[in-house]
């Protein structure tokens, strides 16, 4: 184990390899990325410190607990607790919008069905999803419409579709960090273990916290936090499923809460969503917290379990999966290989504040914190990466030296921060 005065060391040489930047983004998960590129774009040298970049550190069976290696991720806007939900939402479609445009970025837009075989509740913020159109009949009639995915023994489904983005993880993270180097941006692989002690060797530059689950011990948080589990099996090598349209499909799917259930008697869903390395399917979403050995302890999933490399999978998100995707596309899982994973999305205070974003001031020193984002990470990373520039525009000496290098998107991120800053006043 590494003494005190070693670690103290290494944060020192990192922080002296980091000499040159203006800002420090601690944490390189999804938030700290999109922070860190939102800096960038506007002109602020920045640098980032974290124990892992996901994907990088993690592959696709790892057990190594950044939620961001885990995401799915779809990114249509949904509710979260945050402040100012719809402008964060709206932002970060907005900047999805444009990387879906660009044609290296991982991010495309896909048709997404939502099904159920009970008659569920309004979708919600269903005006702001693109194209969201409500169904409901026999599978037989819906068939010849919609043609949305169902369950061979289903008799009467509800449900709606809609046009989504959707971030191709592997790809996507790997654009970000190019984007992130590409402008110059430092990073430095270490670990936080004193957010004063940072702060301190800092000296006086602004930082911000986008340490997820981490931030809890660092910042001494006491709010309510609420762990939910995730597990999910990857099949790498399956292809691609596509609409009549030629845009990539996905779902989720209710079944009766007999065939898929919660710990709370609801029903649970099953997930699919292709992605150029083969399929995700999904997935729990178990409620819990982590106990002090650091074990998850939570209400799991009502069903019986495979083990896939050592993790178990609940059965209706491999048997479940299959019989739709065979009733619907032929396809069968027979022949492929299934990896069984588990993740972790951290939920800060999901009754009151949610989402910690804004300006704290510790020990004459400013931090802006961005963490406890729970299954919207992605979702709404850059409208709170770009809350994040406007709160250190507003609160310290950094002036925006305009956009540097990214072309369109730096343009696209330089308005949505004066639009944020404009609505701020
Ligand atoms: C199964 C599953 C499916 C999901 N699906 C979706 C989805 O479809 N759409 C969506 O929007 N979201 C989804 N999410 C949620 C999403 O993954 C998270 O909200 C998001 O990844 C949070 O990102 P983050 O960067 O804030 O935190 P994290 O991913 O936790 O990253 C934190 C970073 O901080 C670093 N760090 C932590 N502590 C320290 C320390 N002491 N010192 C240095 N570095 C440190 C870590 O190494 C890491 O790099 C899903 C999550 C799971 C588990």
Not at 56 to 71: I, S
Not at 165 to 174: G, I, K, S, V
Not at 230 to 255: D, H, M, R, W
């Amino acid at each position: 184990m590494s003494s005190l005065p070693m670690l103290k060391k290494r944060l020192d040489n990192s922080m002296a390899r980091m000499a040159d930047c203006d800002a420090l983004v601690l944490g390189g998960g999804i938030t700290g990325i999109t922070t860190a590129v939102a800096l960038q774009s506007v002109g602020v040298r920045t640098g980032i410190l974290t124990e892992f970049v996901p994907l990088q550190a993690n592959g696709e069976g790892d057990r190594c607990m950044v939620p961001t290696g885990y995401a799915m991720a779809s990114a249509y806007p949904h509710n979260l607790r945050v402040t100012n939900l719809l402008q964060i939402s709206a932002a970060s479609q907005a900047v999805f919008r444009y990387l879906s445009t660009v044609c290296k970025s991982g991010v495309e837009q896909y048709r997404m069905y939502e099904v159920y075989e009970d008659e569920p509740e309004e979708a919600p913020l269903s005006s702001y999803r693109m194209g969201f159109h409500k169904f409901d009949g026999t599978p037989e009639t819906l068939k010849r419409t919609i043609n949305p995915p169902s369950r061979p023994d289903a008799e009467y489904l509800w449900g709606w579709v809609f046009n989504t983005y959707f971030a191709d993880m592997p790809r996507y993270l790997a654009f970000l960090w190019s984007l992130f180097r590409e402008l110059g941006g430092v990073v430095e692989i270490a670990k936080v273990n004193s957010l004063d002690e940072t702060l301190s060797c800092a000296a006086g530059r602004p930082v911000v916290n986008c340490l997820g689950y981490g931030a809890i011990e660092l910042v001494d948080d006491s709010s309510p936090a609420t762990i939910v589990r995730g597990k999910q099996v990857l099949v790498p090598g399956a292809p691609c499923l596509f609409s009549p349209e030629k845009v990539p499909i996905a779902y989720n799917y209710t079944p009766p809460a007999a065939i898929f259930g919660r710990a709370d008697g609801k029903a649970e869903y099953v997930h699919f969503f292709p992605r150029s390395d083969g399929w995700v399917l999904g997935q729990t979403r178990e409620p819990g917290s982590i106990d002090h050995a650091g074990q998850w302890q939570g209400a799991s999933a009502v069903c019986d379990e495979r083990l896939l490399n050592g993790c178990g999978i609940p059965l209706p998100i491999i048997d479940l999966n299959e019989s739709i995707l065979h009733n619907w596309f032929g396809c069968s899982l027979t022949n492929r290989r299934l990896v069984g994973r588990v993740g972790y999305r951290y939920y800060r205070d999901p009754e009151g504040e949610g989402v910690r974003l804004g300006l704290d001031i510790r020990n004459r020193s400013s931090i802006i914190h961005n963490y406890g984002h729970g299954g919207s990470g992605i979702t709404m990373s850059w409208g709170c990466a770009l809350e994040c520039v406007r709160i250190m525009e507003s609160a310290s000496e950094i002036k925006p030296r305009g956009s540097k290098g990214l072309g369109a998107l730096s343009d696209l991120l330089v308005e949505l921060v004066q639009q944020a800053c404009g609505s701020a006043h």
